[in-house]
């Protein structure tokens, strides 16, 4: 079947630190792979995807590389703000399919 | 421009009662998806409607859950005789076209239910 796992939160971090939000996949066929991100009172939006092995997305600093031999797509942020505190949902999609498969969400709080 | 929106943002009932939650997809958009959030959850999806093909219901979690989309536009989620568990924020999210890799969603802001 097709599922998404990222790692449990919360992840408390100091600004400036370095962030690093697991998340690997099963999936059948060649998904492609999603990170949004929901602000608190918020709706959720895209933050990056990658659609093919080895393509790297990147947005607002932050970056995840699929990578297909692990099936993994870690997103990571080298400095992180106050205002990247949120909830990041990473997420695959199936070419062919309808459905988008979410995992459960890591809350991230950056404290000054 | 418009995003999606929902309505209501907030309903609170009593459980045994019928809810309708409504869903404005960004204009043009052909697929629309409802899911489900509740505490400590991740998103479960519930069904996905795409132009005139029938819907892909696979994700209801019972027979109390239905949808509907008229118009290929507005699309309305109704929860019958309502149970506490069904209590979650539901969201509502339009792509341009569906089905996967390249098609980004977009979210409405959700409609928080509570069920007394």
């Known amino acids: 079947g097709n599922s998404v796992t990222q790692m449990e939160g919360p992840v408390t971090l100091s600004e400036e630190a370095f962030l690093t939000i697991n998340c690997t996949y099963t999936?059948?066929?060649?998904?492609?792979l999603f990170w949004y991100v929901q602000y608190p009172g918020e709706g959720l939006q895209l933050l990056l995807k990658?659609?093919?092995?080895?393509d790297k997305g990147s947005n607002k600093g932050f970056e995840a590389t699929y990578r297909k031999e692990t099936t993994s797509f870690h997103l990571e942020k080298g400095s992180v703000q106050v205002s990247d505190s949120a909830v990041y949902f990473c997420a695959l999609s199936r070419n062919t399919g309808n459905q988008f498969y979410f995992g459960t969400g890591t809350s991230l709080t950056v404290i000054p | 421009g418009a995003g999606v929106s929902q309505s209501p943002s907030n309903k609170v009932t009593e459980k045994g009662k019928d809810v309708e939650l409504r869903c404005d997809p960004i204009?043009?958009?052909?697929?629309l998806y409802w899911y489900r959030q509740s505490l400590g959850q991740g998103l479960e999806f519930l069904i996905y409607f795409q132009g005139n093909s029938a819907p892909d219901k696979s994700g209801l979690p019972s027979d109390r859950f239905s949808a509907e989309r008229t118009g290929g536009s507005v699309s309305t989620l109704t929860i019958q005789r309502t149970q506490q568990e069904d209590s979650a924020v539901y969201l509502c999210a339009s792509s341009l076209v569906g089905g996967g890799s390249y098609n980004e969603q977009f979210f409405g802001p959700g409609t928080r239910l509570t069920v007394l």
């Open positions: 204009s043009g958009h052909t697929a």
């Open positions: 999936a059948t066929g060649y998904p492609s």
């Open positions: 990658a659609t093919k092995a080895d």
